[in-house]
């Protein structure tokens, strides 16, 4: 058991570095394993298959990864007393999230409406799973189409998110990303570009270069810098970031997949 353990906690530690390929990789062998010595619905066979749903998604399989949550999700509720579990939450977060990214985006925002209401009276408003909550409540109502009062919705958040977990922890800066985000998308690109490229020198001190987030965000910068700015630094610098897409992505991740597209239209 405690190689499993470890094996799950590496598998872990090298997603969150980055590399989901190799996280998923690991832990689809870890589950074959866990389901023949331990049984398909042990616990720990349960959490190893929460892994997997959790990056399946971030590998760009989000209906997949959805399909995969919602099972975990009716074990878990059929196996818990207590429907305000910490991991009830978490497979509710992630089920919201895949369902956003699969093409539904009004249902997400209801799903984490709900999760917010919940998680707020369950641990309070302040508390950063709270935060988390109304940030994916904010971006999911912009994807589906209320723009101007999801960006409203963001700054109040980020005044919050400074005060709650600091101007470095990595909540805060994917505020500061939706807010560089929408305001383009509400017909500011110059302002965005420079949240955007204010957030990038950020997330670099913060997450390292290669971070997926800090990767998204220079592909923000060198996109908006080739159409609003400098033509060819632009490209330049959209073409410096395909080789690091594909390696750390993988060659047919969603971002890799727009990075291709973005240079293709140069």
């Known amino acids: 058991m405690a190689l499993l353990r470890e094996r799950h906690l590496s598998a872990s530690t090298i997603g969150t570095a980055g590399n989901a390929a190799a996280a998923l ?17 042990a616990w720990f066979t349960l959490v190893v298959r929460h892994g997997v749903a ?8 989000a209906a997949q990864a959805g399909q995969l949550t919602l099972q975990l999700l009716t074990v878990y509720r059929e196996r818990l007393d207590d429907h305000d ?36 009276r369950a641990l309070g408003p302040d508390a950063p799973e709270t ?17 101007t009062r999801a960006l409203a919705d963001f700054r109040a958040l980020l005044d919050d998110e400074y005060r709650v977990n600091g101007p470095a922890h990595p909540h805060t800066l994917a505020v500061r990303h939706n ?18 490229a204010e957030l990038l020198h950020d997330r670099v001190a913060a997450l390292g270069r290669e971070h997926p987030h800090t990767l998204l965000n220079a592909f923000h910068v060198a996109r ?4 609003h700015e400098d033509a060819s630094a632009g490209t330049a610098g959209l073409a410096e970031l395909l080789p690091v897409f594909t390696r ?12 291709r597209r973005e240079l293709g239209a140069v």
Request: hydrophobic share 35%; aromatic share 10%.
């Open 25 to 41: 990789k690991l832990l689809t062998g870890l589950e074959a394993d866990c389901r023949t010595r331990l049984g398909d619905e």
């Open 54 to 61: 959790y990056w399946t998604g971030v590998c760009g399989r």
């Open 85 to 120: 579990h910490h991991a009830l939450r978490l497979l509710r977060d992630d089920l919201a999230r895949w369902t956003g990214e699969a093409g539904d985006p009004g249902d997400a925002a209801r799903r984490y409406a709900e999760l917010r209401r919940d998680t707020e």
């Open 131 to 147: 935060l988390l909550a109304r940030h994916n409540t904010a971006y999911w109502s912009a994807a589906d189409g209320a723009r």
């Open 179 to 196: 807010i560089a985000y929408w305001t383009e998308a509400e017909g500011d690109p110059r302002g965005a570009l420079t949240l955007f």
């Open 224 to 227: 908006l810098t080739r159409h």
């Open 248 to 259: 750390v992505f993988a060659d047919d991740h969603p971002w890799t997949r727009r990075l």
